[in-house]
């Protein structure tokens, strides 16, 4: 019964912008992240590495979540919610402009 009410939470928020990851950050395949502008430096994990470089290639977040779902075990909700929670993070850290 939640998952439903997940969902349909989900299908009532606006349509996500267009996400960019700034040009300047760099992101190695282990996932460690580095800003020159900054010298800030921290690591994500294998799915944070793939989702960064999803957004990298300008991927939208309906193929990403296809890519994510086809390649780990997660379900669509919990996918979402930690989709935007890292998105968030990302902004948080100034890492993203949006289109």
């Known amino acids: 019964m939640n998952n439903k009410l997940l969902t349909f939470i ?3 928020l ?3 912008p267009t996400l960019k990851i700034k040009t300047d950050i760099a ?3 282990t996932g ?5 502008s900054t010298g800030d430096s ?4 294998p799915m944070g590495a793939e989702l960064i470089n999803l957004i990298k290639q ?3 977040v309906d193929d ?3 890519k ?4 780990y075990t997660i379900d669509p909700a919990t996918f979402e919610k930690d989709y935007y929670d890292f998105v968030r993070q990302l902004k948080q850290y100034n890492l993203l402009t949006e289109k």
């Not at 460690?32 to 020159?36: G, K, S, T």
């Not at 921290?42 to 994990?45: E, I, L, P, Q, R």
């Open 10 to 12: 989900f299908i009532l």
């Open 14 to 16: 606006p349509p996500m």
């Open 27 to 29: 992101i190695s395949d």
């Open 32 to 36: 460690f992240v580095f800003i020159p």
């Open 42 to 45: 921290f690591s994500v994990n």
């Open 58 to 60: 300008g991927k939208q």
């Open 64 to 66: 990403i979540k296809k």
């Open 68 to 71: 994510i779902l086809s390649s």
